[in-house]
């Protein structure tokens, strides 16, 4: 387009000040809109994801290979040690902490239930779970080994409600050991906890993993090493890395790193579902916006019939009068598109640094999850948005463009 149609578009935009600022007051408004919501989306599921994978399974896992599918006792990380050493030399990782796992028959004075025991090092626990501060009744397990008595263990609300069990009582444990011997003991409940989690309160039970290798014959191996990085974005990063220092580990070929992706992939699912929910949102809202552009150019078409017959009239082209209004409206939709990426960034910024409070909630303190929420601006969530504005407004400004096409010359400048 030539120099001259540019400034006759810009000068055009302008004819109608009331009517263009409106306009594109109300692109701006949807590009502001769309990108702090995307923004606060994005921020919620780091949030809704972190909390989650802090209660139980962390950021990553190593496991051996085929563990997760077929959980069998003897499929085990015989030696943690050298993994272990591999993630305390990387800076990604915040902490990491082994774990034994095993099915056995748990039985009170009452009732018994098949369920997951599960070999912990307390104070390692603590770095990359929250199952410290969700204990309900008694206290967290200690790290000092207990010399005399009963090991200590911990059980979920809704398991200690079906063995009707509080704390202080005793559990027997009846199981196989990685050997194939029997693996029984006496434990005693040192706390309760509540993750709201129904299937780990209903169906896991703690206890220190020095005396879970003693009771199921497991001398120093593990089942997992649990991992969690200092940021969640950071994951990718320390599984790769992580897979790297074990594939030169001859001894530890057969051992897979597992990312919370893989751990929860209903997680997964369910954040694409409200991907697709909250798309279905602002699609809505930027077909209103489409419409509005596509009122305000056949307004502007309308009023403007005698003016393209004279033009016709006095030589110029259809196509020239086409592609003059499709730069009236490809310039309007770029000044608000821009303004609303640079506020929309602005108020996104604002939010990012002090949160937006969902107000007091001793549900979500419960379970991990913060009051104050914060955005977390991306390129995409800055670019989808607006990119689909300025695409659907544009194509919407198409029709009354074409319809300069189908004018005489003759017929237009009657319509004075």
């Not at 150019?297 to 019939?305: H, Q």
Request: hydrophobic share 50%; proline share 5%.
């Amino acid at each position: 387009m030539v120099p001259v149609d540019v400034k006759m578009a810009w000068r055009n935009i302008w004819r109608n000040p009331r009517r263009t600022l409106l306009t594109i007051a109300a692109i701006a408004f949807a590009c502001v809109l769309l990108v702090f919501m995307l923004s606060f989306q994005f921020g919620s599921y780091d949030t809704m994801i972190n909390a989650s994978v802090r209660i139980h399974t962390g950021h990553l896992q190593v496991q051996a290979r085929g563990y997760q599918a077929d959980q069998k006792i003897r499929q085990v990380i015989a030696d943690p040690r050298p993994v272990q050493q591999a993630l305390d030399a990387m800076p990604e990782v915040l902490a990491h902490a082994p774990r034994a796992r095993a099915f056995a028959l748990v039985s009170s004075a009452d009732r018994a239930y098949g369920v997951m025991v599960e070999g912990i090092v307390p104070e390692a626990e603590a770095q990359v779970s929250t199952l410290p501060k969700i204990i309900r009744q008694g206290e967290y397990l200690s790290d000092d080994p207990v010399e005399e008595g009963l090991p200590d263990a911990l059980i979920g609300n809704l398991l200690a409600r079906n063995l009707k069990v509080a704390v202080g009582d005793e559990l027997t444990v009846l199981g196989q050991g990685r050997d194939g011997s029997i693996a029984a003991t006496v434990v005693r409940v040192r706390g309760i906890y509540s993750s709201g989690m129904d299937d780990f309160d209903r169906s896991a039970i703690q206890i220190p993993l020095a005396d879970f290798q003693a009771i199921f014959t497991m001398d120093m191996a593990v089942h997992e090493i649990v991992v969690v990085g200092r940021r969640l974005s950071g994951a990718p990063v320390i599984k790769a890395a992580l897979q790297d220092k074990l594939a030169g580990l001859a001894a530890k070929a057969d051992l897979v790193v597992l990312d919370w992706e893989d751990l929860m992939p209903g997680l997964r699912q369910a954040i694409n579902m409200d991907l697709v929910s909250g798309s279905i949102f602002y699609l809505i809202l930027i077909m209103v916006v489409a419409f509005s552009i596509l009122n305000t150019f056949l307004m502007a078409i309308f009023e403007r019939t005698y003016e393209f017959g004279v033009m016709m009239a006095m030589g110029t082209k259809p196509q020239r009068l086409t592609r003059l209004v499709l730069a009236e409206s490809t310039g309007m939709t770029l000044v608000g598109v821009a303004a609303g990426m640079v506020l929309g960034c602005l108020v996104t910024f604002y939010f990012m640094h002090h949160g937006i409070n969902l107000g007091a909630n001793e549900i979500s303190r419960q379970f991990g999850i913060p009051d104050t929420l914060y955005p977390r601006l991306t390129a995409i969530s800055i670019t989808a948005g607006p990119l689909a504005v300025l695409l659907i407004t544009l194509l919407a400004a198409l029709y009354p463009a074409l319809k300069i096409r189908k004018l005489k010359p003759v017929e237009a400048m009657r319509q004075r």
